[in-house]
């Protein structure tokens, strides 16, 4: 089992930047890939960024390649989400997730935390 705790969300003003952190705790943290993923009111859970392990590869969704930023500590079992440039369609809640495999499908994570809602205002 592997719990998951996302912190860092909030309300900001379109241009600024908000960094996001989940910290785990669990199973062996370093050999899971860990995602990012958001969902706004109305829509699907969409992803957002993975890292792998050991912290490279990454990989991100289109719209926010440049703008965000996946990395992790292992030494803290924590993985963060920078995110720059925040436009009010960044706005959602956004999910840590972890998984076995290297996979963009919400379908593929295993362990899910509660969230972290991130309002970007206009």
């Known amino acids: 089992q592997v719990q998951l705790v996302e912190s860092g969300g909030g309300l900001v003003q379109a241009g600024g930047s908000l960094r996001l952190s989940c910290v785990a705790s669990?199973?062996?943290?370093?050999?899971?890939?860990m995602g990012w993923f958001r969902q706004s009111p109305g829509k699907e859970r969409e992803f957002v960024a993975i890292i792998s392990g050991s912290g490279d590869p990454t990989y991100y969704t289109d719209s926010v390649r440049g703008r965000f930023t996946i990395s992790r500590d292992n030494a803290k079992n924590t993985v963060y989400l920078q995110m720059n440039a925040l436009k009010p369609e960044d706005t959602g809640k956004y999910y840590c997730?972890?998984?076995?495999?290297?996979?963009?499908?919400?379908?593929?994570?295993?362990?899910w935390g509660q969230g972290t809602q991130v309002t970007v205002s206009s």
């Open positions: 997730a972890a998984t076995g495999l290297w996979s963009v499908y919400r379908s593929d994570y295993d362990y």
């Open positions: 669990g199973r062996a943290f370093t050999n899971l890939a």
